[in-house]
């Protein structure tokens, strides 16, 4: 029987005591998250980067029904009383997904700057060379924005949109503070069809 609620903690992080006698899950590979999707609540106490890797393998197993919380110190009885509701569910072509924050950023430490065009929908984020660009998922439709880094006081405006897309000559690749381990030619961050369901 699977049970109600499922602790899932990532590396040597303390549950907090509001979470104290719920079944637990220490991970320590995917293989441990994937076991633990049959629960109607997974509760994630770990980096935001964790997070994104239980959300992914939601989406690979189709079980985006499943009610994720997850863990800030001050919202642990929340975790576990809160309601859930659905918000939009940003991806990128590999299947991973984005939680807090995304980055282009130039191809290696011998490149200043990342050249090439971006668009977010139908309008155009850049085109030619800029320091790098951040991508964030919003709690609305149509799912995420986007700005150009500068170095400059004023910073650029934000774009919304479904989709963001670019097209470069190389690109490193952040999703929540990991980088993608090659550089790559193109990169897009999408919203996905179904959102996933966040307790708040």
């Known amino acids: 029987m699977n049970p109600d609620h499922l602790v899932l903690r990532f590396g040597d992080r303390r549950a907090p005591r509001p979470l104290a006698g719920l079944p637990t899950v220490d991970v320590g590979s995917v293989a441990d998250v994937d076991a633990a999707l049959g ?5 994630v106490v770990g980096a935001h980067s964790d997070l994104a890797v239980v959300l992914a393998r939601l989406l690979r197993a189709d079980r985006l029904d499943v009610e994720v919380a997850h863990v800030r110190r001050w919202r642990a009885r929340r975790a576990r009383t809160g309601t859930a509701r659905r918000v939009p569910l940003i991806r990128d072509e590999t299947g ?6 995304g980055l282009w950023l130039p191809p290696d430490d011998s490149v200043r700057t990342l050249t090439g065009e971006a668009v977010v929908d139908d309008t155009l984020l850049f085109d030619g060379e800029v320091n790098g660009v951040r991508i964030e998922p919003t709690a609305e439709v149509p799912g995420l924005r986007a700005r150009v880094l500068t170095t400059r006081l004023r910073p650029r405006r ?6 963001a897309q670019l097209g470069t000559t190389g690109v490193t690749v952040v999703r929540d503070g990991v980088r993608a381990p090659r550089p790559a030619r193109r990169s ?3 919203r996905h069809v179904e959102g996933w369901l966040r307790v708040q």
């Open 39 to 43: 629960a109607r609540r997974l509760i």
């Open 96 to 101: 991973a997904v984005l939680v807090e924050a």
């Open 158 to 163: 934000w774009v919304t949109g479904r989709a």
């Open 188 to 190: 897009t961050f999408y």
